[in-house]
């Protein structure tokens, strides 16, 4: 089964880092899913002003991080800072963490994360301007193209988002060996006991 990846994201997010991560999850074979405490469509900043609209797939609370592989959260100064307000996207960021299910957050979106409480003593990076928040949250806050820390990745602008996209990628594949190596195992223990 393919692996399902759930796009979180609201009006104002960064237009490049929902649309380029999608594309190339997409093209990688991953089904992805957007939500937003929206109906409809979402627009996208880009460049100092709005941009394309995106199609929501599923209203946020109609999802459930049992149902998806990963989390992304894409960037844009609007479209965290209106989420991290809304408790139902912190309980889905907080399931994602308690799953240890893969976290990917780009660019202010590690914002999210912080008012998940998620990042107490996790290495994490993001745009400049949010670093000193993501420190007051107990971060260690690099300054790096792409931080993995676990489960959890972060890059800090579009510019990351080649990397970005492959370490979700990267994470996606290694969950999937994972995933065939137990099953695996548990068809030898069944064959032993038989």
Same mark, same amino acid.
């Given at each position: 089964?393919?692996?399902?990846?759930?796009?979180?994201?609201?009006?104002?997010?960064?237009?490049?880092?929902?649309?380029?991560?999608?594309?190339?999850? +997409?093209?990688?074979?991953?089904?992805?899913?957007?939500?937003?405490?929206?109906?409809?469509?979402?627009?996208?900043?880009?460049?100092?002003?709005?941009?394309?609209?995106?199609?929501?797939?599923?209203?946020?609370?109609?999802?459930?991080?049992?149902?998806?592989?990963?989390?992304?959260?894409?960037?844009?100064?609007?479209?965290?800072?209106? %989420?991290?307000?809304?408790?139902?996207?912190?309980?889905?960021?907080?399931?994602?963490?308690?799953?240890?299910?893969?976290?990917?957050?780009?660019?202010?979106?590690?914002? %999210? %994360?912080?008012?998940?409480?998620?990042?107490?003593?996790?290495?994490?990076?993001?745009?400049?301007?949010?670093?000193?928040?993501?420190?007051?949250?107990?971060?260690?806050?690099?300054?790096?193209?792409?931080?993995?820390?676990?489960?959890?990745?972060?890059?800090?602008?579009?510019?990351?988002?080649?990397?970005?996209?492959?370490?979700?990628?990267?994470?996606?594949?290694?969950?999937?060996?994972?995933?065939?190596? +137990?099953?695996?195992?548990?068809?030898?223990?069944?064959?032993?006991? %038989?």
């Amino acid at each position: 089964m393919a692996k399902r990846v759930l796009i979180i994201a609201t009006d104002g997010f960064e237009q490049s880092e929902l649309i380029e991560p999608k594309k190339a999850l +997409e093209k990688a074979g991953y089904e992805t899913v957007v939500a937003s405490p929206k109906e409809g469509s979402i627009k996208g900043w880009n460049h100092g002003d709005w941009g394309q609209s995106v199609k929501v797939d599923a209203h946020i609370e109609e999802v459930t991080a049992a149902e998806f592989d990963a989390l992304l959260l894409p960037g844009g100064q609007m479209n965290p800072d209106v %989420l991290r307000m809304d408790d139902r996207v912190i309980a889905l960021i907080e399931d994602f963490d308690d799953a240890g299910k893969i976290i990917a957050a780009i660019c202010h979106a590690p914002w %999210l %994360l912080a008012e998940a409480d998620i990042i107490d003593g996790r290495t994490v990076t993001s745009w400049p301007s949010i670093r000193t928040d993501l420190e007051n949250a107990g971060a260690d806050v690099v300054d790096e193209e792409v931080a993995i820390d676990d489960h959890i990745i972060t890059s800090r602008k579009p510019e990351d988002i080649p990397a970005f996209s492959q370490a979700i990628i990267d994470a996606l594949e290694a969950a999937e060996e994972e995933d065939e190596e +137990e099953e695996e195992e548990e068809t030898e223990e069944e064959e032993e006991e %038989l």
